[in-house]
């Protein structure tokens, strides 16, 4: 059982480059939310969705684009990578009951 | 947008010791969670608490929803090198599903 599963694990781009950063989970996860991780900023969510076909926005979705075509998958994508984008993300899924489990992260660099 | 603030930010304490944080918000919330992130993991759900009042403990972990439903509280006892990372908290905003968390308190164990 993988659990929640991100690739890449690092990944350093150049600005104005695109790019999707994966995420899948293989619990049957109604709900799904990416977060990035700043420091001394703690958590903040990017997108979220409550099941296949239905995303909404977070805290801070601006340059974030999100689609769940299948209840496992919820990739994330930069149309246009700043510098500012330069973080640690995460993806993370939960059932009914309370509680995320999240993916290990992708160390993204933008330069 | 609703924030959870986080006490102390950052703390070195001596084996052995015991360690005490704080979470604060400026609104209500029906259920407090708290999370540890191991160096170069993503978080792992510690203690969920449901009830004002209530007081859980998970091993050497206690914590505590505050009587208000703005604060909670972890306690660590007889720290051990393990158990340094990240701490943090989180609440359902939206339903169960829609989770903010907090800044975070970086523990550093001194052995």
């Known amino acids: 059982n993988a659990g929640v599963t991100q690739t890449p694990k690092f990944q350093v781009l150049k600005t104005g480059q695109s790019m999707t950063l994966q995420c899948a989970q293989d619990m049957n996860h109604e709900y799904m939310s990416w977060y990035r991780q700043d420091p001394g900023m703690g958590l903040r969510l990017i997108h979220y969705s409550v099941g296949a076909g239905i995303t909404d926005q977070g805290e801070v979705p601006n340059g974030y684009n999100v689609s769940r075509s299948t209840t496992e998958d919820f990739p994330l994508r930069l149309l246009s990578a700043a510098p500012s984008q330069t973080s640690v993300y995460f993806c993370a899924s939960k059932g009914e009951s309370y509680g995320y489990t999240f993916g290990s992260g992708t160390r993204l660099t933008v330069v | ?111």
Do not use: H
């Open chain 2, 1 to 111: 947008g609703q924030q959870l603030n986080q006490s102390p930010q950052s703390m070195f304490i001596q084996e052995g010791e015991d360690v005490s944080m704080n979470c604060t918000s400026s609104s209500i919330f029906n259920t407090w969670l708290w999370y540890k992130q191991d160096p170069g993991e993503g978080p792992v759900l510690l203690i969920a608490l449901y009830k004002a009042g209530e007081l859980t403990s998970n091993g050497r972990l206690t914590a505590q929803f505050g009587i208000t439903r703005k604060d909670s509280f972890l306690n660590i006892s007889a720290s051990i090198p393990s158990d340094v990372g990240i701490y943090f908290c989180a609440v359902p905003t939206s339903g169960t599903y829609k989770y903010i968390f907090g800044t975070g308190t970086r523990l550093k164990v001194l052995a």
